[in-house]
């Protein structure tokens, strides 16, 4: 070892780690610890070291404790969930990696690697408390509160063809009682699709949760959405989950490309027999769900990178609903902006009109990466500083300023576009063409397009092309 990589100094770089890092001998003593994991335990190291590991961990015993497990099978545990009590009474939830120390065949102890997920843990299972006390209010009220679906079918804007064509078949969707996948660009309005098609069903009367999947940490979203069983885990309470708290309703899972792949597996079960069983549970549990699921990306291409099942996916898009971009219905751009103007009108007490036609221009010329949110933001900034009657060019974002988005020859052909566009409208009239040639015979014309049926189909619904 080289005088500056030395024990002292290992040490000390490891005091400068996030994760909780702790050693045992082969006896189970404390041989190492780091400030991190010192903290976690809220003991002090001279406390800690030398001594039994259950002697730290009262509540822990041989068969919970994942380091004497370790050590006694010699083989690794990762990302396992744990909660103890410290001796000091002290309830913390790990996640913890336990990986053996060999050397020549003999376990001569135990590394374990700890992230504290206390406070998110409890941050979670009081978003699902809260969720059952909201909608059983609602229920004892009779009456539409925060936390349940809010948004009807007549509270998206827009009379553009591609939203037309949306809300019609989302519209028929709501009717039926299968899974329906979702999917479009961050900030085109999703959540909103969803809940009018909740609110248009016969579930409407019954509970809408919803579960961003990318938004809990991977290790808690199965106890999230299943529930746990008392003893499944040490520390483990009787828990429902939200399917059990969807019963006969609607779970909205978003972002489900998030979702592990381990877990997918266990939600297709689930979908595929009508009832859950929680985790550590041998029981288990009939429900009524409903799910529709989201995302942002594009479903095919998340499936060919293996992020999702395909087998989930065959089952989840059963109705598909592709939520346009805000730049294919520039026609929309209009009715949005008077609609937020009115909005923010009445919520900072303005007095706005509408905007130049000079700002009405760049705003059909710019190409609205964020979507209808970046249109709602951008709106809202402006009427939180202007004083003006009309929105004017001075009041744009600096970016809206810059020449590559207001400089456009207004009386000639838009020369914007860019490849990717281009191909798009090229290849959604070549489908309308062919579509047309054969007489909508989506067989024949898969047949022409040289490409699988199911590929045509997905294109279909990705053009509204019927």
Request: glycine share 6%.
């Amino acid at each position: 070892m080289s005088k500056i990589v030395t024990k002292n100094n290992m040490e000390k770089a490891l005091d400068y780690v996030g994760e909780g890092i702790q050693i045992i001998d082969q006896e189970g003593k404390i041989a190492y610890c780091n400030l991190a994991a010192a903290k976690l335990d809220n003991v002090s190291r001279d406390e800690a070291i030398g001594k039994y590991i259950l002697d730290i961990y009262p509540s822990l015993t041989e068969e919970t404790s994942t380091l004497i497990k370790v050590i006694k099978t010699g083989e690794p545990i990762y990302n396992f969930q744990q909660t103890f009590v410290n001796y000091r009474g002290y309830k913390i939830t790990t996640i913890n990696s336990s990986i053996p120390i060999v050397e020549k065949g003999r376990v001569l102890g135990a590394i374990e690697i700890s992230r504290d997920i206390t406070q998110v843990k409890a941050l979670s299972e009081k978003v699902v408390d809260l969720q059952k006390q909201l909608y059983d209010e609602e229920i004892k009220e009779k009456s539409r509160k925060k936390g349940t679906a809010k948004y009807t079918f007549g509270d998206i804007i827009g009379e553009s063809e591609g939203i037309k064509q949306l809300k019609r078949r989302a519209l028929k969707a709501a009717e039926s009682l299968s899974s329906i996948m979702v999917h479009g660009s961050t900030g085109t309005g999703k959540e909103l699709i969803v809940q009018s098609i909740h609110n248009a069903s016969k579930r409407r009367l019954k509970p809408f949760i919803t579960q961003n999947c990318a938004a809990i940490p991977a290790s808690l979203l199965e106890s999230i959405l299943f529930g746990t069983s008392k003893g499944s885990f040490t520390g483990a309470d009787n828990r429902p989950g939200l399917f059990e708290l969807a019963n006969g309703g609607t779970l909205f899972l978003d972002e489900i490309n998030s979702m592990p792949i381990e877990l997918q597996t266990k939600l297709l079960r689930v979908l595929e027999e009508e009832s859950i069983r929680r985790v550590g549970d041998i029981k288990t549990h009939e429900v009524d769900v409903r799910i529709i699921a989201a995302m942002n990306t594009d479903p095919l291409a998340t499936v060919e990178k293996g992020h999702l099942r395909s087998d989930l996916f065959y089952r989840l898009n059963v109705v598909s609903l592709r939520v346009p971009d805000l730049k294919e219905r520039k026609e929309d751009i209009e009715l949005l902006v008077g609609f937020f103007i009115d909005k923010f009108n009445k919520k900072l007490s303005k007095k706005v009109l509408g905007t130049t036609p000079k700002v009405m221009e760049i705003f059909q010329q710019y190409h609205w990466p964020g979507n209808i949110r970046e249109l709602e933001n951008i709106i809202e900034g402006i009427m939180n500083i202007s004083e003006d009657r009309f929105i004017g060019e001075e009041d744009l974002p600096y970016y809206f300023k810059e020449s590559r988005f207001n400089n456009f020859p207004s009386d000639k052909k838009d020369i914007s576009i860019s490849l990717k566009e281009k191909l798009r409208e090229t290849e959604m009239q070549l489908i309308k063409d062919v579509i047309q040639q054969t007489n909508g015979n989506v067989t024949n014309a898969a047949k022409l397009l040289q490409i699988p049926r199911q590929t045509l189909q997905y294109k279909m619904n990705k053009y509204s092309i019927n």
